[in-house]
C-alpha cells in the first residue's frame, strides 16, 4: 500500500484559471488552500516577486515563500489556456502556475520541494499532461508522491 501523498493534491488542482494577471492568479491558486491564511499568503507570494520573478520559462511559474503558522509545507496548481504575463525570464506568457508555501522555518525542504517541482516541470511531457489533463486527478498524478516522515 502506497501511503505517499502527491506533492500537488487533486483538491488543489484549478484546470481552468480566467485570471488576467500574475496577482488574479496567484489569489486564485491561494484560494485553493483554505487551511491558510490567504491574506498572509498572497502577502508573502507577491512580496517574494518582487525581488523577481518565478517565471522559470516555458510556460510555468512556482511563486513560493514562507508562513510562520504552516506545519508543513503546501502546494497548489492552476493552468491557464490563454497564458498570463508573469515577467518570465524568457518572456513567454505563463500557463503553469504552482505555488509553494513552506514554513517559515524549514530551509531544506521548500528548497528540495521547490528544485523538485522545477525538475518535473521542466519535462515537456509532464507540461504537455497538465494542459490536456481532463481531471485534476490527473493532474495531481503527474508529480512525485511524498511520504509524511516524523521529526
Known sequence: MNDGVSLVPADAVLLNSRASSKSAIIAEIVGLLPSIDSDQAMAVVMEREKLGSTGIGHGIAIPHGRLPDLDAPVTALARHADGIDFDAIDG????????????????????????????????????????????????????????????
Open 92 to 151: 513567454q506568457p505563463v500557463h503553469i502556475v504552482v505555488i509553494l508555501l513552506a514554513p517559515a522555518n524549514e530551509d531544506r525542504s521548500h528548497l528540495e520541494i521547490l528544485a523538485g517541482l522545477a525538475r518535473t516541470l521542466q519535462q515537456e511531457s509532464v507540461r504537455q499532461a497538465i494542459m490536456q489533463a481532463d481531471t485534476t486527478e490527473a493532474v495531481s498524478a503527474l508529480f512525485p508522491t511524498i511520504t509524511s516522515q516524523s521529526a
